[in-house]
Structure formats: structure tokens, C-alpha cells
């Protein structure tokens, strides 16, 4: 079968290599349909990404259609359509014993520290397997996965509904976030970003209300929709100082910031208004199994609104030519898939 690996930063060899041997009982040979291209593995391209070691085979948001199933799969038959979580855990650490499995100790994430699907087959356990409708295109199947970012994120904080939300960044996580906020009953919801392009999906998307920072500040823009009502919470989804420092400066007392964003450089955060302000602040990372379903059901059912994100699919053999692309048109790209 086919199999891209990077063997060092850039340079991806396309080459043959055997098809997985016997299936234990609770496993699960998939056929690989599409993978998502995201920022993470850009950073892996260039070599910056801190936590992956080369060779690496990429890929950790796909579609797939079930080959082959172990004696003991209960879930899913050959042909179904179906998505899998690539986390590996441990099952013994505390975190993973209490169920907050998504920070496993000793996590290990398919495509970055564990190969991923970049190839032709590809065996997951059942427990990570999402089962897909037949409606679900494969493009909408390997969005599950930064949909599924998104419905845990929005799960962090104290319920969303009735809550004016500020989600800043536009890009496709800041954009399923926003969506998931609204699945979530928030009240008002408003996406920023420097992007004309990115905001224009986000209102493809059903998120109304947009704002470029580059154009109106973001004190002015958050007046002028909120007015006296301010918003309680924020979701920081562009990874930057400032994009941080807004959120906190002009969140109402005691609001909530959920944190998405990897930054690049540490930020540097204002201790001393966060504590006086009484401000509560949440990581998040990644999702449980039960974010995976949501997101796959909430996209089959249309709530979850997918078409506008897609910018382009490139064959298997021209991966690389993907990341050239990506690289060409900068932020008039959302997601880049790779047709298997
Ligand atoms: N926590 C998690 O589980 C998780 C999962 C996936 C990705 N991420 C991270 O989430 C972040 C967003 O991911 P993405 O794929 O959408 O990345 P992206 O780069 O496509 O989107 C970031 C967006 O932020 C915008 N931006 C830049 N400066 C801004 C500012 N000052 N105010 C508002 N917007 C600004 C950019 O124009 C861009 O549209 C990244 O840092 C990524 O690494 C986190
Ligand atoms: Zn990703
Ligand atoms: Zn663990």
C-alpha cells in the first residue's frame, strides 16, 4: 500500500509498504478517504512544531471507510463510513483515571509522536472509532475532528446559554468554536480576526456578527454590539499577546476565557487585573470521545455548517504540493485536504 512519510522537515518520500498483518478482536482496518491539513502540521513541515520527531507519517483528521473489523467489534461493519481520534493514552495516570483522558500524562497524538494515516490502511481500536452517516461526505467526515475542538472547548467553561461570547480568531478552529458557542445556546456571539477572507466564511457559516480589529478597534467593536450588555465569555483561538490581552482587558468581571491558541512566543499576562477582576481562565485541549460524536452528529445534522471551510483537495501523490499551497495563499486558506 501507499504511505507518504517525512523524513525531515519538508521532504516527504512516497513509498510502498506493507498492508497491516492480523487484526486483534477489537480492531479495526480502515481505508483512508481524506485528510485535513491544519496548522499543527504545517509547523511539523517547517520543523517547528516542539513535540514531533522525524520520520513522521502525518495525518490525524481523516474519513476513512471500514475494511475489515475484529472478531469482537461490535460498533461498525466493512463498508460503513467512519473517523477515528488519534489519542493515545495511558488509561493509568490520574488524569485518565478520573476520565480527562484528552491530558493523559504520557499522551501521544497519531501524526505527530505516533504515525498517522498518511497512508492507504490504517488500524485504530474500536473505542476510538466515530462511526459516520452515509450521508456525510468524506470532507465532511475529516472535519470531525477540528469540530470536535470546538464542541470541547465550549464544554470548559459554565453553560454558554444566555452568554454574550467573543470568540477571537477566525480561523477554522475560532470558526467551529463560534458555531458550536451558538449549538450551545450563547446569547450574542461575536468572531474577530485581521481577515477579511476569514471573517466572510465565518458569516458563510451563520456567524453574523464579525469583526476586523484592523479596521475598528476591538474596545469600539465590542461596545458597539454589546453594548451595555458587555460578554462574560471568551474564547482565544489566534494564539497571540494581543488577541489575549483584548479578551481579558474588556471581558466583563468574572467572565470566563477559554484558551485554544499555541503560542509561539509565551504571552505575558497581567496577574494582578486577572486576580482583581476575578477572571477565570480554562485550558482546553483537544476532546473526548464524546466531543467526536457530538461534532459528527452535529455536522450531519447541518447545525454544524462545514462547505465554506474546504479551499482545496490535492492527490495523495502531490502532498507536498498542499503545503506549497498553503504557503502561497497564506490567509486565503482555510482547510486543505489530501484525496486518498
Ligand atoms: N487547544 C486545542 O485543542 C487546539 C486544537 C487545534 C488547534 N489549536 C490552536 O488554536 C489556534 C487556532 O487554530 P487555527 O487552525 O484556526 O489557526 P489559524 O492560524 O488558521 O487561525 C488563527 C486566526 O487568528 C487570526 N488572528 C491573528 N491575530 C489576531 C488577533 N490579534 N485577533 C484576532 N484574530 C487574529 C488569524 O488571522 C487567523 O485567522 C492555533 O493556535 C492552533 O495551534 C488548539
Ligand atoms: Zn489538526
Ligand atoms: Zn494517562
Redesign the pocket.
Known amino acids: 500500500m501507499r504511505q507518504a512519510i517525512m523524513l525531515s522537515p519538508g521532504v516527504i518520500e512516497h513509498r510502498e509498504v506493507q498492508e497491516p498483518g492480523q487484526l486483534l478482536g477489537n480492531e479495526v482496518l480502515l481505508r483512508i478517504k481524506k485528510i485535513g491539513i ?3 502540521d504545517v509547523h511539523v513541515y517547517h520543523g517547528k512544531h516542539p513535540a514531533t520527531p522525524y520520520p513522521v507519517v502525518q495525518g490525524h483528521e481523516y474519513s476513512a471507510i471500514v475494511e475489515k473489523v475484529g472478531k469482537s467489534v461490535v460498533k461498525a461493519l466493512p463498508g460503513m463510513k467512519a473517523t477515528g481520534r488519534p489519542q493515545l493514552v495511558c488509561g493509568e495516570c490520574g488524569p485518565c483515571k478520573r476520565g480527562q483522558y484528552n491530558a493523559c500524562q504520557k499522551l501521544k497524538v497519531q501524526g505527530f509522536q505516533a504515525p498517522g494515516v498518511a497512508q492507504d490502511l490504517f488500524v485504530i481500536s474500536e473505542d476510538r472509532l466515530v462511526v459516520l452517516p452515509d450521508s456525510m461526505t468524506f470532507e465532511q467526515g475529516a472535519i470531525v475532528e ?1 469540530a470536535a ?1 470546538g464542541a ?2 465550549t464544554g470548559r467553561a459554565s453553560d454558554l446559554k444566555g452568554k454574550n461570547v467573543v470568540v ?8 467551529l468554536v463560534a458555531q458550536f458557542a451558538k449549538v450551545r445556546g450563547a446569547r450574542k456571539i461575536l468572531i ?4 477579511d477572507y ?1 471573517l466572510d466564511i465565518a458569516r458563510q457559516c451563520g456567524i453574523e456578527a464579525t469583526l476586523n ?1 484592523t479596521k475598528t478597534s476591538f474596545e469600539e467593536g465590542v461596545r458597539s454590539f454589546f453594548g451595555d450588555e458587555g460578554f462574560q465569555v471568551g474564547f482565544e ?4 499577546q ?2 489575549l490581552d ?1 479578551l481579558m482587558k474588556h471581558m466583563e468581571k468574572g467572565g470566563e476565557l477559554i ?5 509561539s512566543r509565551n504571552p505575558i499576562v497581567n496577574m494582578f487585573y486577572l486576580g482583581e477582576h476575578e477572571l477565570n481562565v480554562y485550558g ?4 473526548r470521545h464524546e466531543d467526536y460524536e457530538q461534532a459528527a452528529e452535529m455536522i450531519s445534522s447541518g447545525k454544524i455548517i462545514t462547505a465554506p471551510l474546504l479551499t482545496k483537495s490535492f492527490p495523495f501523490e502531490n502532498f507536498t504540493d498542499a503545503y506549497k499551497f498553503i504557503e502561497q495563499q497564506g ?1 486565503k486558506t ?1 482547510k486543505v485536504m489530501i484525496d486518498l
Not at 259 to 263: A, D, E, K, S
Not at 284 to 287: A, K, R
Open positions: 491544519c496548522g499543527s477540528p475542538v470541547h472547548s477571537s480568531g477566525a480561523g477554522t478552529i475560532g470558526n474577530t480576526d485581521v481577515s476569514r480589529i483561538a489566534a494564539g497571540v494581543i488577541s483584548v484558551i485554544l491558541g499555541v503560542y482546553s485541549m483537544m476532546y490567509d482555510m
